[in-house]
């Protein structure tokens, strides 16, 4: 019987499995999430923690030069400056194994299924981490930031708003696009619960966006891209289930070198990416194959420092989804209009 050793090419199967990691993911898809160069350099060094330079955009209360004749009167150029954003490293692993007489039994490649599995595995860590750090933001900016980011509709009277006041409608969408003010254009796609995203579709309000062999390739709302992802915060039971959806957009500096993304996600290199170990006593001596595979990511949003010294301290020694969602954790650094993104807390209308 072929084993997995037999086939197995770490360097090979680690390049496969980040590509596609990448490729499937709905936030990358979309623009939300750049791969970047930059940040995964920065994740191949050392340490836990460090800055993100970016730069700070053209000051445009400057008033220009009034061009004269006067050869002595020489203008004096201006400059741009930079800023930094403390980022923390993520290091996770996770590993599945299997018994050899399975393996044997079934007739099937071992390989191709753990690669397989492993790439939709991986995609869902890092969309659950994306969102974690959204539920972290969104926490920092009530507590700390006036909530300046976010539309909150779950408790609207419907005596004042009518009988659609606690809803996802175009309105609602339109105020928490407006929250950035005159860089609105900036935000470019719309992440719900599909609960919120079935409402728009009975309401026929999405567009669908299809190539030429009539497969889907996107959809829109109010010209915004749409990630349904059922991962996204929801609160309460039944017809008072609240549901957080999140605008993204691409941002007014540049940010680790690519111009205006929500997210940056950079991955380092592990000494030993990816394993198998053997256990030949296993199963009575039939023994078993185990594969794994180890990650080391940064994955941080625009405008936010990483606050290391939070308490209480980390329980890992990389922060958990429950410690990324902590408002503790994050702190604004730059204004309001800068940072491509936007909340709003709705309810889901009701099947008629």
């Given at each position: 019987m072929v084993r997995l050793s037999d086939v197995f090419t770490p360097q090979v199967y680690g390049s496969y499995t980040s590509l596609?990691?990448?490729?499937?993911?709905?936030?990358?898809?979309?623009?939300?999430?750049?791969?970047?160069?930059?940040?995964?350099?920065?994740?191949?060094?050392?340490?836990?923690?460090?800055?993100?330079?970016?730069?700070?955009?053209?000051?445009?209360?400057?008033?220009?030069?009034?061009?004269?004749?006067d050869p002595t009167d020489r203008a004096?150029?201006?400059?741009?400056?930079?800023?930094?954003?403390?980022?923390?490293?993520?290091?996770?692993?996770?590993?599945?194994?299997?018994?050899?007489?399975?393996?044997?039994?079934?007739?099937?490649?071992?390989?191709?299924?753990?690669?397989?599995?492993?790439d939709t595995y991986w995609v869902g860590q890092q969309q659950r981490r994306l969102i974690a750090t959204l539920v972290g933001i969104l926490a920092d900016n009530v507590a700390?930031?006036?909530?300046?980011?976010?539309?909150?509709?779950?408790?609207?009277?419907?005596?004042?708003?009518?009988?659609?006041a606690n809803y996802l409608t175009g309105d609602v969408f339109i105020d928490a696009a407006y929250t950035m003010g005159d860089q609105v254009e900036n935000l470019k796609g719309i992440a719900v619960h599909s609960m919120i995203a079935a409402t728009w579709d009975k309401a026929n309000e999405l567009e669908t966006i299809r190539d030429s062999d009539g497969n889907i390739l996107l959809k829109s709302y109010k010209g915004r891209v749409v990630i349904v992802d059922d991962q996204l915060p929801v609160s309460g039971v039944g017809v008072n289930?609240?549901?957080?959806?999140?605008?993204?957009?691409?941002g007014a500096f540049g940010f680790g070198g690519v111009e205006g993304h929500a997210f940056a996600l950079g991955e380092g290199v592990p000494a030993r990416a990816v394993w198998t170990e053997f256990d030949e006593q296993s199963g009575n001596g039939g023994g078993s194959e185990t594969i794994g595979?180890?990650?080391?990511?940064?994955?941080?949003?625009?405008?936010?420092?990483?606050?290391?010294?939070?308490?209480?301290?980390?329980?890992?020694?990389?922060?958990?989804?429950?410690?990324?969602?902590?408002?503790?954790?994050?702190?604004?650094?730059?204004?309001?209009?800068?940072?491509?993104?936007?909340?709003?807390?709705?309810?889901?209308?009701?099947?008629?």
């Open positions: 596609n990691t990448t490729e499937t993911n709905a936030f990358v898809r979309a623009g939300i999430i750049a791969v970047d160069p930059l940040i995964s350099a920065i994740a191949e060094q050392g340490g836990k923690t460090g800055t993100i330079p970016f730069w700070k955009d053209i000051d445009q209360t400057i008033e220009p030069n009034y061009s004269n004749d004096v150029p201006n400059k741009i400056g930079t800023g930094t954003m403390t980022y923390r490293k993520a290091w996770l692993n996770q590993s599945f194994a299997s018994m050899n007489l399975v393996t044997e039994l079934a007739k099937a490649d071992p390989l191709e299924h753990i690669k397989r599995r492993f700390n930031d006036g909530g300046d980011m976010l539309i909150d509709v779950s408790a609207r009277s419907t005596a004042t708003y009518g009988p659609d289930r609240i549901y957080t959806s999140v605008l993204f957009g691409i595979e180890r990650k080391t990511w940064i994955m941080h949003p625009f405008g936010f420092s990483w606050n290391e010294a939070a308490t209480p301290a980390l329980v890992e020694f990389s922060p958990t989804l429950a410690e990324l969602a902590q408002a503790q954790r994050w702190d604004r650094i730059v204004g309001r209009k800068n940072v491509p993104l936007a909340f709003i807390k709705s309810k889901a209308k009701p099947s008629a």
